[in-house]
């Protein structure tokens, strides 16, 4: 299957299993964080209040339209009712997390996160494909041992639908050689950079959410691993830790 078609029909079927378990974990912390509105209407778009509701939009916008709808009709009444909207956007929210929480139990998948035993390549594949698939904007992969059958298994598929970077080690020159011919034929080029400073394992999507994975990405399957999303309220620190070391790190 091309890349552009893996994309379209990533985009037709919606979130997967991964997915929707790091929208639920959003939707929580969201509902647990939701700033004071106070007594009057704040209209200042860079303030706490005005902030979290842009936020909780886009994430019930994720969750289906009827959420979408019914976060837009609270909105409309924010002014007139400003302080009492603050509690029906978090029951909102609530609504859809259960909804959400309902459909992963449904599903067999109700723990956030997932272990992989021996030779489950297969299941660790389709599950990491299906996060990186579901990328707006970039995915951000760290592994000192990143090789080019990795790139080519995990990223190939992307095309030129976002962009790409990787922070790796040992592999690097190999890696180098894929992203070249990645470039030539879709005309965007990954960036590539080398540390010896890496340890972690990460896929970084969208700047914003962050899975840790307990090997290396080209030996999942073949060893014991695991793919665990961090919670929102630490991603934002683990993040800033390895964006500090791409800016250190040596371009290939």
Known sequence: MSSSLERLQKQVLGDGPAEKQVLLLK?????????????????DA???PQRWIARIGALLARVGIGHQIQFRSTKGIAVQYWS??????????????????????LDGHE?????????????????????ILGAQTEVFVVDPYFDGQAFETFLGPLGSGCAIRILCNKCSNDVAGHVSAFAA????SPELR????????????????????????????KKPTYLVPLQPSIAPTKIGIYEALWQGAVSV
């Open 111 to 131: 723990e956030i996160g997932k272990v992989y035993d021996l030779q489950q390549q297969y299941d660790f594949l389709r599950d990491l494909k299906e996060i």
């Open 194 to 221: 080398s540390s010896r400073d890496l340890h972690d394992r990460l896929i970084i999507i969208d700047g914003s959410d962050c899975w840790i994975i307990g090997g290396s990405i080209k030996d999942a399957g």
């Open 185 to 188: 034929q879709h005309n965007t």
């Open 84 to 105: 009492a909207t603050r509690e029906m956007f978090r029951q909102h929210l609530l609504a859809a997390a259960e909804e959400i929480r309902l459909s992963l139990e």
């Open 46 to 48: 860079d303030s706490a």
């Open 27 to 43: 939707l929580l912390h969201e509902f647990e964080s939701a700033p004071h509105f106070g007594a009057k209407y704040i209209a």
